[in-house]
């Protein structure tokens, strides 16, 4: 964990370094932590998330796109859609943003060596199943096959678009692409991602399967992954929640007897289910 | 024989500690009573009963700056806030040291509030017991009694012409080091009765009846005022943001938002998964009698009662006990 | 004339008949001597209704959360200006409400536990008669003079010089723990989200500051001028007592002045704000 300040409403600063745009309305910012020693021993794992901010005009969660061990800064592919994401994609490198964090719990990777893993990822929803791509991907040997399933509403909302030729061709890996709707110059697959699932006819044999999208995506693809035999401890998603602090104080993302900041936004299913809210 | 302090004398106490401390006391205010730092003792309001306001005003107040933050030769320069003098919060009754209590529980917990928990550490507590009970306050229900010492540094308990003095915390027996305190042979007065409301079994009880359509009735008439969560002295449900002012000046503000604000759970893009009137009330009560208790160890209310007197539309957390009590299993759609 | 007893049998026949899906009214508090809104959804329900003097709440407001259903609405002659106030500002439908209009003579000062003398604002009030109704309890009366319906403690405020009413208007305000209450209760406050909830632009600082509650309180009563129905509901729920009517009230006169015209009288006549005539004099130069 990345030492925290003394006072945990306080973000460390840090310098916009690049500002890419990855869809009409995504961009992938990487920013770097002005002060060393913070940079250097910063450490986090894929699932967790920060908060970014745009000073004066707020601060929001994001999950951390990137891997720690690459220490190439913190990377967050920021959807604009209110008044602080619209603020962070206006910044042009050199800008000063906050960043507070790591906070939640995280994928436990560790767990899975050795089974198969299953990602499937809906539009923005792939930001934080990246780094997990990744770190697969890099530890190749210590998993077993690899499938991810990456959806979007249209072609041009497909996120990492540059990195699917490296994630397809690996060893024991497969990569599906699907669309919503095509466009002109769509030649792959249009469907929706629960029907890909059963298209597939995915095994839950030492499986586990990871999902991240927008709730409705997640809703009919429980549906096929029951049908298949998955049992719910062997599905893993992430949560999304209105936070402001991060800290577990101020209660916005208190779902249950869980702030989804400090025991989430990592959860099983057979963990969710036990809520007697739907969030 | 107790220790003993004359009403003059605690007077004279208070002017002392004025004079290197801030001291905060219930005033009033167009009839309303809330805590406030004093610049005189004598509009201190010393038989405020229950203070319309809470106590943990103080300690988590209606807006807060957290920190600023300037740009500087193009770095940002941040300063966060921090308290200049001690302070001490003068006549706040059992209830509201329960409440403090309660909000020490997320706020002190890792990764700790730093700037409450300053402000924690350098006041000190002066209580008064309650000579008498409000006909709405239940504070019995919870453990908690007119008497009740747990919370504060010092508790003084109003008799003849003075006040029983008791100091529970080595940082309650320093402040008192400045006041003129005797041994007298005075009566301890009896406390006064309280309507207790009976709240064993309340967190078995509540996931029973999460879905019953009680919670949408009772929302039928919320007016979702937030009022009752903010004369709460337990409830810290928080909102925090920026606000540039001039010469660009950035103060990141926290500020009272209650589960009660439609708002609370929207997120980007619009998705609310708490869009009912009737799930959002029945957060409310499900945080303080089931998710506090689970997470905390302790239900989430003092009962002091001032919801109860201030909500505009009587929605009353003793009725809302009692009939979680008295179903069991199944509330019927024939009651409010 | 027993209101409770003609109310509760209006309200059991409309339920039975299925005339509507619901009766917003009034039964007691867990004070015993308060009131508290009850909203009916069977004839056996109707039992537990009451009216009196400490039936002080607008229940209009609730009429916004049932847009699509047909509801029976027991309402004072402010509660009925509010109604027509949010027809004519199309937010609910006429067909879909049943007015039970009470004529009125006063309501009491409640607060927990209390049931005081006639509030102030009755005493002033111009409409003892509901200006619309489907039902009426009690039987019609001579209306007050217009000019006597004036709120005196306005006229007492307007006499006083500009810095003398800045200062009380900054301590006033300084009080304010910008809870929102008053906007929830207010009729006329239903925006799906409120100019100081936004963001984008910040209108009022999120710090209670002077100049931001000041801000607060002066655009929501800008915003209800000419709309504002004078119902009261704003200042009795505000916990720190600060006596919003007086800056309604003050509104109301001003466009009651200019414009000849009171909200709420009916639900077709445009509000001045909404509507333009190029002869209009404006007071100016």
Redo the contacts between chains.
């Keep these: 964990m990345a030492p925290v300040r003394p006072n945990p409403f306080i973000p460390f600063t840090a310098r916009l370094k690049d500002s890419i745009e990855l869809t009409p309305d995504v961009k992938l910012l990487r920013v770097e932590l002005e002060d060393e020693t913070v940079r250097n021993n910063l450490s986090y794992q894929p699932g967790q998330f920060a908060f970014v901010s745009a000073f004066g005009v707020g601060e929001s969660p994001f999950g951390i796109a990137s891997v720690a061990y690459q220490k190439d800064g913190l990377e967050f592919a920021i959807r604009r859609v209110g008044t602080v994401t619209n603020a962070l994609h206006e910044l042009e490198p050199g800008a000063i943003v906050g960043v507070r964090g790591p906070f939640g719990n995280y994928f436990p990777l560790d767990e899975y060596k050795g089974k198969n893993i299953v990602i499937i990822g809906g539009g923005i929803g792939m930001a934080p199943l990246r780094p997990v791509i990744r770190t697969i991907l890099d530890n190749r040997q210590q998993y077993g096959q690899l499938t991810t399933i990456i959806g979007a509403r249209s072609p041009s909302d497909l996120v990492f678009v540059n990195e699917y030729e490296s994630w397809a061709k690996q060893p024991d890996s497969r990569l599906e692409l699907t669309v919503d709707r095509g466009d002109a110059n769509w030649k792959g697959r249009v469907a929706l991602i629960p029907a890909v699932i059963k298209e597939l006819q995915l095994s839950p044999d030492n499986a586990v399967a990871i999902i991240c999208g927008p709730p409705i995506m997640i809703r009919f693809v429980l549906v096929e992954l029951k049908a298949l035999g998955f049992a719910p401890r062997q599905i893993v998603t992430t949560l999304e929640a209105k936070m402001k602090c991060g800290l577990g104080k101020c209660a916005r993302c208190n779902v249950g007897e869980k702030y989804i900041c400090q025991d989430g936004p990592v959860f099983r299913l057979d963990q969710i289910t036990t809520f007697l809210e739907q969030f | 024989m107790v220790k003993f302090i004359q009403k003059t004398d605690l007077l004279a106490w208070l002017e002392g500690i004025m004079r290197e401390r801030t001291l905060v006391a219930p005033v009033k205010e167009e009839g309303v009573t809330r805590f406030r730092p004093v610049e005189k003792v004598a509009d201190i309001v010393m038989d405020s009963g229950s203070t319309d306001l809470s106590a943990k005003d103080w300690f988590f107040p209606p807006s807060e700056v957290l920190f600023t933050m300037s740009k500087v030769d193009g770095q940002a320069v941040i300063t966060p806030t921090t308290m200049a003098k001690e302070a001490v919060l003068f006549g706040l009754h059992p209830c509201d040291a329960q409440g403090i209590a309660l909000m020490d529980l997320p706020f002190l917990a890792e990764p700790t509030d730093t700037i409450y928990a300053e402000k924690r550490e350098k006041t000190t507590l002066v209580g008064l017991a309650c000579r008498q009970a409000c006909p709405e306050c239940f504070c019995t229900s919870f453990g908690s009694s007119p008497f009740d010492s747990a919370g504060l540094d010092v508790l003084l308990i109003e008799s003849g012409e003075g006040y029983i003095v008791q100091s529970t915390t080595p940082k309650g027996q320093k402040l008192l080091d400045s006041a003129k305190v005797t041994e007298a042979n005075v009566e301890m007065p009896q406390p006064p009765a309280v309507n207790s409301v009976p709240i064993e079994g309340l967190v078995e009880i509540a996931p029973k009846l999460f879905n019953d359509a009680f919670w949408n009735r009772l929302a039928d008439r919320c007016i979702h005022c937030n009022m009752c969560a903010d004369v709460c002295p337990a409830c810290y449900c928080f909102d925090i943001r920026d606000y540039t002012g001039k010469g660009g000046l950035v103060e990141r503000v926290r500020t009272w938002e209650s589960c009660q604000a439609s708002g609370f759970t929207r997120i980007a893009g619009g998705y609310t998964p708490r869009p009912t009137k009737g799930a959002r009330l029945r957060q409310r009560f499900y945080h303080k009698f089931l998710y506090m208790p689970k997470q905390l160890g302790k239900i989430g209310c003092t009962g002091c009662g001032r919801c109860v007197r201030v909500c505009p539309v009587n929605i009353d957390i003793r009725e809302i006990i009692t009939t979680m009590q008295k179903s069991g299993a199944k509330i019927g759609a024939g009651s409010s | 004339m027993d209101s409770t007893k003609i109310i509760k049998d209006k309200a059991r026949e409309l339920l039975a008949s299925k005339k509507v899906e619901c009766v917003m009214g009034f039964?007691r508090?867990?004070?015993g001597k308060?009131a508290?809104?009850?909203?009916a959804?069977?004839p056996?329900?109707t039992e537990r209704f009451i009216y009196d003097q400490t039936c002080v709440?607008n229940l209009a407001?609730?009429l916004l959360?049932w847009k699509d259903k047909t509801t029976a609405i027991i309402a004072k002659p402010c509660d009925v200006r509010s109604i027509n106030m949010l027809i004519q500002e199309q937010q609910i439908k006429r067909e879909k409400i049943y007015i039970i209009g009470v004529v009125c003579s006063g309501m009491a000062e409640c607060?927990?536990?209390r049931v005081g003398p006639t509030q102030e604002r009755c005493t002033t009030c111009p409409q003892h008669n509901p200006p619309i109704y489907d039902f009426l309890v009690g039987e019609l009366v001579a209306e007050k003079e217009p000019a006597a319906s004036i709120n005196p403690k306005v006229a007492d405020l307007l006499a006083k010089p500009p810095a003398e009413r800045r200062a009380f208007w900054n301590e006033?305000f300084s009080?304010c723990?910008?809870?929102?209450?008053c906007r929830?209760?207010c009729p006329g406050c239903y925006c799906t989200e409120c100019f100081v909830?936004q963001?984008?632009p910040?209108w009022v600082?999120?710090?209670?500051s002077p100049a931001d509650n000041h801000m607060w309180n002066t655009v929501r009563a800008f915003h209800l001028a000419g709309r504002c129905t004078q119902c009261g509901?704003c200042q009795?729920?505000c916990?720190?007592?600060?006596p919003l009517m007086l800056v309604n009230d003050e509104l109301t006169k001003e466009v009651g002045d200019k414009f000849a015209f009171q909200p709420g009288m009916d639900a077709s006549t445009l509000p001045p704000f909404a509507t333009f005539k190029k002869d209009e004099h404006l007071g100016i130069g």
């Excluded at chain 3, 508290?36 to 909203?39: C, G, H, I, S």
């Excluded at chain 3, 600082?205 to 209670?208: S, T, V």
């Design positions: 039964e508090a867990t004070d308060t508290r809104p009850l909203f959804y069977t056996e329900e709440h407001k609730f959360n607060s927990w536990n006033q009080h723990i910008r809870c929102y209450a929830q209760a909830d963001l984008d910040q600082g999120i710090r209670h509901e009795r729920v916990p720190v007592n600060i």
